[in-house]
């Protein structure tokens, strides 16, 4: 069911230049050509009844509703598949036609309840507001006939319901999960009075392939496919737009309301028809798992301890403010300046995260603020500031679209950036090229209606030997975009990597021997992306978390400048940011050596504007990076620390590491929603407010600014932001704002990049790509177009250095890791929702043969010892991994698997080398502590049991 | 800090510089990235460690940092 007040205008738009002015009952009206009536109808604002059509979907032609006359044509065909023409005349309303569609609908409700008090949508679903608008009140068939009834409900999945006996067999959620998701796990099954909608092969919604979008959910235009929410709650009375919380795709939403008698509720999210990242799709966990910001979990009320073994005893705001206030103080006289600091989070608003910035700078009075990124994408920010000049991706995701070839890198889309997934998907499926390079057989390798054309299976660790090995095929084979080169990039470099990429050191056949690919895939993976003619790149973790992730960045700019894929739709170095906002936190200056919009500390013309809009002085050097600070607090030397939205215990690498570091600190405050694992080393547990209940901004991985819009009112009673501001003020700082808009307005004012960005035109346009200034008022899509921000594209050399995190016969594999579908990060919210459904444990993905060897089965516990620690969980026998390779989630706490990771980091920004880590796997008679399935899932969701 | 960590840590970053072709390129690429990158307790740490006979730095990298000393000492 589509969202309250969406209006549907039956048909996809069409791009074309060329204009078609029509007639729609008296009204003139000009479409793009292409257009369908129905649409053109529509947007003259005549609506024409359908039910197989709507505008997310392309047209179907089969419900016989939206039939219209034509001038000069016979017959009634239908709007809804018929294009614009010059000159048509289109009459909607006629006697013929009226009774056309009242016999078409009776047919319909013949098969269905026609009094709306049956109708579980309270007669607000598509079907009966049909049978309304065609006056059918009445239905002469009566109930003795053959009907559907009796056919049961499939209610396996947690979040939506589907009653066959409501389905009228439109095709709407079979192709919403073909052409919105690319799934393909619905179709139509039988012929005539049976034919009817089943998931995988006529399986439980559960049981099939289905991956719970919700898009079928959304697209059904009668009551069969409902949310439980909205069958448990009813209807909302309003909708707010917001940005989901989740991943870096960051979609947009409208969060559907209802005043109810224990105040505002959340009914359901759908996803925004306008927004521009995700065009009204989303995913499992965007449009359901969102129960979490009310689980009883959550912490309402301030805590302090003085000892970390002491019970937390809660307080009042200013007590608790006041305590961690005078704690940070006392450090500083006792142990410096600089023995303090703070982390901000990718999960928080950009003005939470510049707020936090600003504390540590202005009221610490040094740069000791790290955030979450360093453990994820800060070698994107080295690597392509230093290539390209600008620390950010080159496109937006719908440039995709444009895309001949596609390379995706250490990336899984379809499991953490599913609704960019999906777009990339359909453009695959209309012909584009598919390069995958990735130690595990990802989904994206092989799945309906896709298949790469390469699948470069690469041992871990060995990205920049593959990347040298492309760019040798490159400058050996005459495959240079050399006006490219000469136009737009550094003459000098670009002749010394030349030399570099052509040496016999980084052939393909050299580099077969490191990565374990075949040379031969390696030219022709090559070739195929030099020759595009447009190229994207799209790569995520299994890039950056390496002890060469910068260098890996770096090559990758390397290959794209040498082939001249930059600077216009279709090609660029995209980076799948992890967490909603990784970009926008590090844009406004939550790295040690930076200031907003990535400009150094060292700059005394920047300090001083900064000193003059803070008034305080700014420290000039750059400060501690969050594997700095944990290595200072064991030297004595930093001993507060305060961390907004970052659960570092769990989610950075050597665990015992991190705990003896968070152990030796003087005052830890944690400022976030859910007493998590880093709060066991915690003094101040300020809560915190989830992203339903403040107001700010997002910043996606395409540059776009959203809004985030306050729903529902903060659970502890103050917004992030609103925090923050009292912990400075506490402190002795002065931070006065009234609302978020005021601190976007500073940034703004200090930021050359967001000069142009405020909440009045962030309502205006929806969202915002930055750079917006001057010079690109309503913002940019597309970097780098004529040339590179920082002048000319820097070529660096980027020398393969294997890890030194080395397999030897007691380590004798490599444990990498990633993400599933249904769970977000750490697990913190994820896990508090009825996704546990489908993932209520990591498990250690095992090649058939290292499983053998070690005489281990399906489901067997098995130890991981690596030379940090040991972890167990159950072993899981695939060939996705390649023998020699394990591989497991970190979802879940009990798992614990950064025990096992180690304190390797790049080179450039120590971003941690999670992904490459020697093990040894055996079983073991060890059994974790683990609930069962059943008591998971209703821990997860208490209002479910 | 853990001297052995921040040495391991310089020695990495001179393992990227120093594939410049250039050896004054590479000496003040390692020599910036410290200065922009490092904190100064760990730029103190790595420098006075630079000065030791037993220094375990590179000889590429210890040339850096040690001219990191010079150039960051006041005139």
């Known amino acids: 069911m589509l969202s ?50 709507t505008d ?27 294009p614009v023409e010059a000159g048509m005349k289109i009459r909607t309303q006629s006697e013929p036609l009226s009774k056309l569609r009242r016999g078409v609908m009776e047919l319909y409700m013949s098969d269905h309840p026609i009094d709306p008090f049956e109708c579980k949508a309270g007669g607000k679903c598509e079907l009966h507001e049909m049978a309304n608008a065609v006056g059918l009140v009445h239905v002469r068939y009566g109930d003795d006939g053959r009907n559907h009834r009796h ?38 099954e039988g012929r005539g009075f049976n034919s009817q909608m089943v998931a995988g092969q006529h399986e439980h919604y559960i049981d099939s392939e289905c991956v719970s979008c919700g898009a079928c959910v959304q697209a059904c235009p009668t009551d069969a496919l409902m949310e439980k929410s909205l069958l448990e709650k009813g209807r909302a009375d309003r909708a707010i737009v917001t940005t989901c919380g989740y991943c870096g795709v960051g979609c947009s939403f409208k969060a559907e309301v209802k005043a109810g008698t224990r105040g505002d509720e959340v009914v359901r999210m759908v996803p925004n028809k306008d927004g521009l990242p995700n065009h009204g799709h989303s995913c499992v966990k965007g449009r359901f798992a969102w129960g979490y910001a009310t689980h009883p979990d959550r912490v309402k009320r301030p805590l302090i301890r003085k000892r970390i073994s002491d019970p937390w005893q809660e307080v009042s705001w200013d007590e608790a403010l006041g305590y961690a206030a005078a704690e940070f103080n006392r450090v500083q006289q006792k142990y410096g300046r600089g023995s303090v600091g703070g982390i901000t989070s990718s999960r928080c608003t950009n003005e939470e995260a510049y707020l936090v910035q600003k504390l540590v700078r202005a009221a610490f009075g040094n740069n000791n603020v790290d955030t979450c990124a360093r453990v994820c994408h800060s070698p994107t920010g080295y690597g392509l500031k230093t290539a390209f000049g600008t620390p950010a991706g080159t496109q937006d995701f719908d440039s995709v679209a444009a895309a001949d070839v596609i390379l995706v890198i250490g990336a899984n889309p379809t499991e953490g950036h599913p609704v960019f997934a999906s777009i990339m998907k359909r453009r695959l499926r209309s012909g584009a090229r598919l390069i995958v390079a990735d130690p595990r057989e990802i989904d994206l390798v092989r799945m309906p209606h896709v298949e790469a054309d390469y699948f470069l299976q690469l041992t871990p660790g060995t990205n920049v030997a593959l990347f040298n090995a492309m760019a040798h095929v490159v400058v050996t084979e005459g495959l240079v975009n050399e006006q490219f080169v000469a136009d737009r990039c550094d003459a000098g470099e670009f002749k010394q990597w030349r030399e570099f990429s052509a040496g016999e050191h980084n052939s393909p056949e050299a580099a077969a021997k490191v990565t374990g690919v075949p040379a031969e895939k390696i030219r022709g993976a090559a070739r195929l992306f030099a020759r595009g003619p447009n190229s994207a790149i799209y790569y995520g973790l299994g890039v950056t978390e390496h002890s060469q992730g910068s260098t890996a960045v770096l090559a990758m700019a390397n290959l794209a400048m040498a082939t001249g894929m930059l600077g216009r739709p279709g090609v660029g170095v995209n980076p799948l940011r992890g967490q909603n906002n990784v970009q926008g936190s590090n844009d406004v200056g939550s790295f040690p050596h930076e200031l907003t919009g990535y400009r150094h500390v060292s700059d005394p013309q920047l300090r001083a504007d900064f000193e003059k809009v803070w008034h305080v002085a700014i420290d000039p050097e750059p400060g501690l990076r969050i594997p700095n600070m944990f290595d200072a607090a064991l030297d004595g030397s930093f001993l507060g620390l305060y961390i907004e939205g970052e659960d570092i215990a769990q989610s950075d690498p050597n665990s015992q590491h991190v705990a003896a570091a968070l152990s030796a600190m003087e005052i830890v405050v944690v400022h976030d929603i859910f007493m998590n694992e880093t709060a066991k080393y915690a003094h101040v547990f300020l809560p915190g407010s989830s992203f339903l209940e403040k107001n700010g901004t997002f910043t996606n991985a395409e540059r776009r600014i959203s809004r985030v819009r306050k729903v529902l009112p903060a659970l502890a009673g103050k917004e992030d932001w609103e925090v923050t501001c009292a912990l400075s003020n506490a402190l002795g700082y002065p931070m006065n704002y009234n609302h978020p808009s005021e601190i976007m307005d500073e940034i703004a004012r200090l930021t050359p990049t967001f000069a142009g960005v405020s909440y009045e035109k962030l309502d205006r346009l929806g969202s915002i790509q930055w750079p917006c200034n001057d010079a690109a008022p309503a913002g940019t899509a597309v970097m780098h177009v004529g040339g590179f921000v920082r002048g000319k594209g820097r070529f660096l050399i980027t020398e393969y250095v294997a890890t030194d995190e080395r397999t030897t016969s007691r380590f004798p594999l490599i444990l990498t890791t990633g993400r599933i579908l249904t769970q977000y990060n750490v697990g913190t919210q994820t896990r508090r929702t009825l996704n546990v459904t489908w993932h209520p444990e990591d498990v250690l993905e095992i090649h058939p043969h290292d499983a053998e060897q070690r005489g281990i089965c399906e489901g067997d516990w098995v130890e991981v010892t690596s030379r940090a620690g040991a972890i167990a969980l159950r072993a899981e026998i695939t060939e996705r991994v390649a023998a020699g390779v394990v591989y497991t989630t970190f979802h879940h706490p009990e798992t614990g698997a950064n025990v096992v990771t180690t304190e390797n980091s790049d080179w450039a920004t120590n971003c941690p080398e999670y992904k490459v880590t020697a093990v040894q796997v055996m079983p073991t008679a060890r059994r974790p502590e683990r609930l069962p399935a059943d008591r998971i899932i209703a821990a997860a969701s208490p209002s479910a049991r | 800090m853990d001297i052995h960590h921040l040495v391991k840590m310089a020695n990495e970053i001179g393992g990227f510089f120093g594939s410049s072709p250039e050896h004054e390129v590479a000496v003040n690429s390692i020599a910036q990235h410290l200065k922009n990158f490092w904190e100064p307790r760990m730029r103190r740490e790595i420098i006075e460690h630079a000065h030791r006979e037993d220094c375990a730095l590179t000889p590429l990298v210890r040339e850096a940092v040690l001219r990191l000393d010079q150039t960051s000492r006041p005139s």
């Not at chain 1, 048909?11 to 257009?35: F, H, M, N, Q």
Request: proline residues 7%; hydrophobic residues 35%; negative net charge.
């Open chain 1, 4 to 53: 309250i007040n969406d209006k549907d205008l039956g048909t996809p738009t069409r791009d074309s230049a060329k204009l078609i002015t029509l007639e729609v009952d008296g009204r003139a009206v000009t479409v793009p050509e292409g257009t369908s009536v129905i649409r053109a109808a529509a947007l003259a604002d005549v609506a024409i009844p359908k039910l197989c059509a």
């Open chain 1, 151 to 188: 056919v049961p409900i499939d209610d396996s999945n947690p979040y939506f319901t589907f009653d066959p006996s409501r389905c009228i067999v439109c095709s709407r959620c079979v192709r919403a999960c073909d052409e919105t998701q690319g799934t393909f796990a619905l179709t139509i």
């Open chain 1, 56 to 82: 997310s979907l392309e047209p179907f032609g089969s419900c016989r509703l939206c039939l219209v006359e034509i001038e000069g044509r016979k017959g009634f065909p239908a709007s809804c598949t018929t």
